[in-house]
């Protein structure tokens, strides 16, 4: 089943600058996808065009079979509800526990008087503890996120984009200020968990080598087109 379907999507900053040039590309439920490609490429542009960061130029992108590129107010809430996002500077609020910062994650699901309140069900602070529990972060619950570690901050950001029970987990750049020891947990808890859950990932990285390891399927993008799009050991040096 195709989850995201993306038609002839263009994206213009500027008149010189063109981020991406008519790519049509769809993706399957459950796959754990890389996009792969050097800066500039049109890496991010595509990320935010799929969770409506920004306003693609042309195209058109179907998110289980809704229309994401139209979609405002309430419909739009709700979309992006179902699209969790992991950020290269993780996004987390320093001076909050852990615990917390993973509950933000619930916001979007909250009406809004709810959510500046705070108040959380016994039910989605055992699911943020169940999650921290994966990721091997528990006993760091009621630490402030800035007394972490980067790799362990970034844990605690897919755990954020988790609790949302998202269709899709969209990662821009996830492992881009880690060490390699700490990118290697990363990578290799993203893809755990979300496989476990049958989750549908598309994950942005420019190591060619990570990719290899943990994608289903790869995607090269250079100067705002895909130029490959197979599995990984199909993918030659040059890439
Ligand atoms: P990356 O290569 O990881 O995407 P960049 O350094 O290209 O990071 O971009 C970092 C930020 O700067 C992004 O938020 C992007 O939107 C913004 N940015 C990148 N290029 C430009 C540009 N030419 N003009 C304005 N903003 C830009
Ligand atoms: P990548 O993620 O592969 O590094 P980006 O999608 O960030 O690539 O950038 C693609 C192109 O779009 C680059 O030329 C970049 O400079 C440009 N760009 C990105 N963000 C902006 C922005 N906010 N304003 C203008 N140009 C941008």
């Not at 960061?53 to 042309?58: C, G, H, K, P």
């Not at 179907?62 to 979309?79: M, P, T, Y």
């Not at 001076?95 to 993973?102: A, D, G, I, L, S």
């Not at 016994?122 to 972060?137: D, I, N």
């Amino acid at each position: 089943k195709v989850l995201l379907h993306i038609e002839h999507l263009t994206k213009r900053y500027d008149k010189d600058t063109v981020a991406l040039r008519d790519v049509s590309i769809d993706f399957k439920e459950g796959d754990f996808v890389v996009v792969i490609g050097p800066s500039g490429a049109g890496k991010s542009t595509l990320i935010r065009c799929i969770n409506r960061m920004i306003d693609a130029t042309d195209g058109k992108i179907l998110f289980d079979g809704q229309e994401i590129s139209g979609a405002r107010g309430q419909k739009l809430r709700v979309l992006r509800s179902e699209i969790g996002m992991v950020f290269q500077n993780y996004n987390l609020i320093g001076r909050v526990n852990v615990v917390k910062n993973v509950l933000y994650g619930r916001l979007g699901h909250m009406p809004l008087w709810k959510s500046l309140l705070g108040k959380y069900s016994r039910e989605e602070r055992k699911a943020a503890f169940a999650l921290l529990e994966k990721v091997g972060l528990k006993d760091q619950a009621y630490k402030r996120a800035d007394a972490l570690s980067g790799g362990q901050m970034q844990r605690v950001g897919i755990c954020r984009a988790l609790i949302q029970e998202p269709k899709l987990l969209l990662a821009d750049e996830p492992i881009a200020s880690l060490d390699p020891k700490s990118a290697e947990i990363v990578m290799e808890q993203m893809h755990d968990i979300t496989s476990e859950r049958g989750l549908t990932c598309i994950v942005n990285l420019h190591q060619v080598d990570f990719a290899r390891r943990y994608a289903s399927r790869i995607v090269g993008i250079r100067d705002g087109q895909v130029v490959f799009d197979g599995a990984p050991d199909e993918l030659t040096d040059e890439m």
